[in-house]
T-cell receptor, first 114, second 114 residues
Framework: GESVGLHLPTLSVQEGDNSIINCAYS??????FIWYKQESGKGPQFIID?????DKRQGQRVTVLLNKTVKHLSLQIAATQPGDSAVYFC?????????????FGIGTKLQVIP | KAGVTQTPRYLIKTRGQQVTLSCSPI?????VSWYQQTPGQGLQFLFE???????NKGNFPGRFSGRQFSNSRSEMNVSTLELGDSALYLC?????????????FGPGTRLTVL
C-alpha cells in the first residue's frame, strides 16, 4: 500500500541553528499534507499544513516545502530552540479526503543541543 | 477552552481481557477519531465518529470497536486483547466532518498487554 516515510530517524542540531526534517511520500494523489510535533507523553500537535497547489508555506519560525515532482516534503525550523525537541512526523491525505485515508510517517526525533 | 482529554492515561491488561478507553473532545467539536500509535507502525487510523455515527473505519479487526455519545464523548473498546495491541491510543477531535481540517489530539492512553 501507499506509505509515508522519513529519511532521518534522529536529527541532532545545535541550539540556534536551523533544522530541516524530511519526508518522502509515495501517493501522487495526495492533496493535503500536515506536519505534527509530538513531545514525550503528549499527543501530536499540529504545526503547519500545505495543500498540493502550493510549494511553500510559512508559519512562525517554521516553513514547509512541497516538491510534488519528487514527492518530497520538508519542515524547516528556524533558530531551533530546546523546546523544539520532539518527534516530528508528516501526514498526507489523498484528494478523496477522509481521515481513514490519512497516512502518517514514523517520525524523526529532533534533539536540540544547548 | 479545555483540550481533548483521554482516560485512563495508562492501562495494563493481560491477554484475553477487554478494555474500554474514553475520550472527551473539545467542547463544540463533533468529530472524534481514534488512532493507534506504535514505534514500528506509527499512527494508524482506527475509526471516526461524527454525531454518534461511525463515518469512517480503518483496517483493524472487529475486536476494535467504538461508539460516540450525544455529548460527543467517545469510547473505544478492544476485546480479547493480544500482545500486539500494546500501543498508545490517541483520539483527536475536529469541529466538522472529516477531511483536511485541523485535528486536536489528546495525550493518549498507553495500553500495555502482558
Amino acid at each position: 500500500g501507499e506509505s509515508v516515510g522519513l529519511h532521518l530517524p534522529t536529527l541532532s542540531v545545535q541550539e540556534g541553528d536551523n533544522s530541516i526534517i524530511n519526508c518522502a511520500y509515495s501517493n501522487s494523489a495526495s492533496d493535503y499534507f500536515i506536519w505534527y510535533k509530538q513531545e514525550s507523553g503528549k499527543g501530536p500537535q499540529f504545526i503547519i499544513d500545505i495543500r498540493s497547489n502550493m510549494d511553500k508555506r510559512q508559519g512562525q519560525r517554521v516553513t514547509v516545502l512541497l516538491n510534488k515532482t519528487v514527492k518530497h516534503l520538508s519542515l524547516q525550523i528556524a533558530a531551533t530552540q530546546p523546546g523544539d525537541s520532539a518527534v516530528y512526523f508528516c501526514a498526507e491525505i489523498p484528494n478523496s479526503g477522509g481521515y481513514q485515508k490519512v497516512t502518517f510517517g514514523i517520525g524523526t526525533k529532533l534533539q536540540v543541543i544547548p | 477552552k479545555a483540550g481533548v482529554t483521554q482516560t485512563p492515561r495508562y492501562l495494563i491488561k493481560t491477554r484475553g481481557q477487554q478494555v474500554t478507553l474514553s475520550c472527551s473532545p473539545i467542547s463544540g467539536h463533533r468529530s472524534v477519531s481514534w488512532y493507534q500509535q506504535t514505534p514500528g507502525q506509527g499512527l494508524q487510523f482506527l475509526f471516526e465518529y461524527f454525531s454518534e455515527t461511525q463515518r469512517n473505519k480503518g483496517n483493524f479487526p472487529g475486536r476494535f470497536s467504538g461508539r460516540q455519545f450525544s455529548n460527543s464523548r467517545s469510547e473505544m473498546n478492544v476485546s480479547t486483547l493480544e500482545l500486539g495491541d500494546s500501543a498508545l491510543y490517541l483520539c483527536a477531535s475536529t469541529v466538522g466532518a472529516s477531511g483536511g481540517i485541523e485535528q486536536f489530539f489528546g495525550p493518549g492512553t498507553r495500553l500495555t498487554v502482558l
